[in-house]
């Protein structure tokens, strides 16, 4: 059993506060009758749930993209911190999850879907997605710096970091633009360690197809259907 308003927000109905107004004003019924409260429990599958006498089905796939908060923990469910699901509470879709980690400290895109082929398919260490990310750093960023970078430094790991693309930034002498193909952990902060330097602020702006553009911190967004396109998803 599930609570009816999640099970309209997770239907596609609209958004937490307004599957409540919807319910307040009688638009929606169960198995026929109307329900003004979201609290009712109904089951998952098998109800005849209806907006203004339109029986609704799950929303299916669906693909938002995140600006991340730093101080947010990239989880589905955490006991102690913020999530970034606690951030798409609003956002219809069921089982909806992270496709990608970002540190707790650092912020900007994320793909949250409930697509897990797609995923894989972003994630997977094969495929190279670019990741873009903007760093500003204890040091200022030299070319010597982007030279290394470029020709893929050693992080530590058995391999060597591929090589990346590093500009630096026009504005201010300890930033960076730094693009790299692989999703390793603390892979940007440990390329910058390499190279002596430090991140002390990071945030993605790009993956693959997919901008952070001017999305405000914290909030979220539905891919538009030519980013879908992009990212090969049929619908
Ligand atoms: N690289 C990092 O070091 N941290 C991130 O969150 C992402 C990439």
Known sequence: MIRLDKLLC??????????????????VTVDGRPVLSGDRKVPEQGATVCLDGQPLTYAGTVYYVLHKPAGVVTAVKDAR???????????????????????????GLLLITNDGGLAHRL????????????????????????????????????????????????DREDGLLLTVVEGRFHQVKRMLKAVGNEVLYLKRISMGPLELGDLPCGSWRPLSEQEKRALGIEE
């Open 123 to 170: 994630l997977s260490p094969k495929k190279h997605v670019e990741k873009t990310y903007l760093a500003h750093t204890a040091l200022p960023v030299t070319e010597e710096m982007c030279r290394l970078l470029e020709a893929g430094v050693d992080i530590g790991d058995e391999k060597p970091a591929l090589p990346a693309r590093a500009r630096k930034l026009a």
């Open 10 to 27: 997770e239907m596609g109905a609209g958004s937490r506060s307004e599957v409540k107004a919807m319910l307040k004003k009688g638009r």
């Open 81 to 107: 911190e913020k999530t970034v699901m606690d951030l798409m509470r609003d956002a219809p879709g069921k089982d909806l999850f992270p496709a990608g980690r970002l540190d707790k400290d650092t912020e």
